[in-house]
């Protein structure tokens, strides 16, 4: 495997049940990031962590629970979704924070029914 | 904090002819920009990024962009339009510092046979 992965890629779970996106990145680096993609809306970044540490939390709701083992996986635990929250859903790596590109994995598409 | 404005959400080119995307960044410290291109169901694919060198940044796929400070731009472009070109494309800013990436909202590119 090279880059950065993601499984499953395609996602239909119910309100109420539980579910964990898995990432992996391949490349070595330090930073990782959950991004939320919606259909007509801007790229929303939901969780960074840097060093397996998180330093962001853009005001997500407490349904999503990221987990971060150690730098080359990152996890984002999923409970009790809304039909909002339905959208593809993007990890990213990066070399550091700062200046650095990210990489991307090919996405989750999660259906909320 | 920063912000990317990408103006035109849609664009059409006919095959063959100069494609044109743009980029405006609100900066007060000299950023790192990035263009990346976005095919159906897929992640993001870095595309080129400039992170003060030269001003004009050649990337894959034949596109290049040129770095304008007096105009706070970060223009997009290639000479002649292929139909594996049609996607959406995000220009995105970071600093040296900080977490974060910002990501304009996109732009469809279609390509006209």
């Known amino acids: 495997e090279t880059g950065v992965t993601q499984t499953p890629r395609h996602l239909v779970m119910g309100m109420t049940n539980k579910k964990s996106l898995k990432c992996e990145q391949h490349?070595?680096?330090?930073?990782m990031y959950w991004y939320k993609q919606s259909a007509k809306k801007p790229l929303e970044l939901m969780f960074v962590?840097?060093?397996?540490?998180?330093?962001e939390n853009n005001s997500v709701p407490s349904r999503f629970s990221p987990e971060c083992p150690n730098s080359s996986h990152l996890f984002l635990h999923l409970h009790t979704l809304q039909p909002e929250d339905s959208a593809l859903y993007l990890c990213?790596?990066?070399?550091?924070?700062?200046?650095?590109?990210?990489?991307f994995g090919p996405g989750t598409r999660l259906t909320v029914t | 904090a920063q912000s990317v404005t990408q103006l035109g959400s849609h664009v059409s080119v006919s095959e063959g002819a100069l494609v044109l995307l743009r980029c405006n960044y609100s900066?007060?410290?000299?950023?790192?920009l990035f263009w990346y291109v976005q095919y159906p169901n897929q992640g993001l694919q870095l595309l080129l990024k400039?992170?003060?060198?030269?001003?004009l940044v050649k990337g894959i796929n034949g596109f290049e962009a040129e770095f304008k400070k007096s105009e706070t731009s970060f223009h997009l472009t290639k000479p002649s339009a292929h139909m594996s070109d049609a996607a959406e494309y995000f220009c995105?800013?970071?600093?040296?510092?900080?977490?974060?990436?910002?990501f304009g909202t996109g732009t469809s590119l279609t390509v006209i046979p």
């Open positions: 962590y840097s060093l397996e540490e998180r330093v």
């Open positions: 490349l070595g680096h330090n930073a």
């Open positions: 900066s007060s410290v000299p950023p790192y």
């Open positions: 995105a800013v970071s600093e040296d510092t900080g977490n974060q990436f910002y």
């Open positions: 990213a790596s990066s070399h550091r924070q700062g200046g650095y590109e990210q990489y």
């Open positions: 400039y992170t003060s060198a030269a001003t």
